[in-house]
């Protein structure tokens, strides 16, 4: 695919401080060729002057068709890591690096495909966007994906979770997404990847 036909977002991009308006407005998207496949565009959602953010990679199977972002299994970690974080999970803005939902289509099934550095660059307006509008005091990295966005270079979760760190004038800490955990077996690893995902976002709420 060529530049000229993966234009990036930004001519989609509505002039407006309005998350309402910038979701309505990321219907229309053409800026890379993700909206053919996905059923429809998965905007951020949740508390438009929410002091904490939250950025996960792309949605889901789940997402895609509700069109709601965090519905599906890793909505499901996340709001029980939210709750024992003692965070208000009305009290965030939650959204994704990517808006649509990149998969390949095996039979019936619709197997999630990691998007690349050039879909996160072509969506990146709209992320931009949602965070002028919010203006969140802290962002949340949920997996390299949104760290990529948020950060704008390579990032090693393993090295770089739970630190608090800084950009463009806001606090940022990155963690593990979600859904690492959903694939987990051994109850152990599941309750230690959970207890980091919690404290991780303890760190971020301090900031908030
Ligand atoms: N995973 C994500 O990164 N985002 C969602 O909205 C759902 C699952
Ligand atoms: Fe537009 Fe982002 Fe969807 Fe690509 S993934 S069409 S840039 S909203």
Same mark, same amino acid.
């Given at each position: 695919?060529?530049?000229?036909?993966?234009?990036?977002?930004?001519?989609?991009?509505?002039?407006?401080?309005?998350?309402?308006?910038?979701?309505?407005?990321?219907?229309?998207?053409?800026?890379?060729?993700?909206?053919?496949?996905?059923?429809?565009?998965?905007?951020?959602?949740?508390?438009?002057?929410?002091?904490?953010?939250?950025?996960?990679?792309?949605?889901?199977?789940?997402?895609?068709?509700?069109?709601?972002?965090?519905? &599906?299994?890793?909505? =499901? %970690?996340? #709001?029980?890591?939210?709750?024992?974080?003692?965070? @208000?999970?009305?009290? !965030?803005?939650? /959204?994704?690096?990517?808006?649509?939902?990149?998969?390949?289509?095996?039979?019936?099934?619709?197997?999630?495909?990691?998007?690349?550095?050039?879909?996160?660059?072509?969506?990146?307006?709209?992320?931009?966007?949602?965070?002028?509008?919010?203006?969140?005091?802290?962002?949340?990295?949920?997996?390299?994906?949104?760290?990529?966005?948020?950060? &704008?270079?390579?990032? =090693? %979760?393993? #090295?770089?979770?739970?630190?608090?760190?800084?950009? @463009?004038?806001?606090? !940022?800490?990155? /963690?593990?997404?979600?859904?690492?955990?959903?694939?987990?077996?051994?109850?152990?690893?599941?309750?230690?990847?959970?207890?980091?995902?919690?404290?991780?976002?303890?760190?971020?709420?301090?900031?908030?």
């Amino acid at each position: 695919m060529t530049d000229a036909q993966r234009p990036g977002a930004g001519a989609w991009v509505p002039d407006s401080d309005d998350v309402d308006a910038l979701r309505e407005a990321a219907h229309a998207c053409r800026g890379c060729e993700l909206w053919r496949d996905a059923t429809q565009v998965v905007f951020g959602d949740g508390d438009q002057s929410a002091r904490l953010m939250l950025v996960g990679e792309q949605p889901g199977d789940k997402e895609d068709l509700a069109g709601e972002p965090f519905v &599906g299994p890793a909505g =499901r %970690i996340l #709001q029980d890591a939210l709750a024992a974080a003692g965070i @208000g999970s009305d009290r !965030v803005y939650l /959204t994704n690096a990517v808006k649509h939902f990149r998969f390949q289509q095996r039979g019936k099934r619709r197997i999630h495909e990691k998007p690349q550095v050039a879909h996160i660059t072509a969506c990146h307006p709209w992320l931009e966007a949602e965070i002028r509008s919010v203006q969140p005091a802290v962002i949340v990295c949920l997996g390299a994906t949104a760290a990529r966005a948020v950060l &704008g270079r390579d990032v =090693r %979760i393993g #090295q770089e979770r739970g630190m608090r760190q800084e950009s @463009g004038g806001r606090a !940022v800490v990155v /963690t593990a997404h979600p859904s690492a955990i959903v694939r987990m077996r051994d109850h152990d690893e599941r309750e230690r990847a959970l207890a980091a995902l919690v404290d991780d976002l303890r760190l971020a709420a301090t900031e908030a």
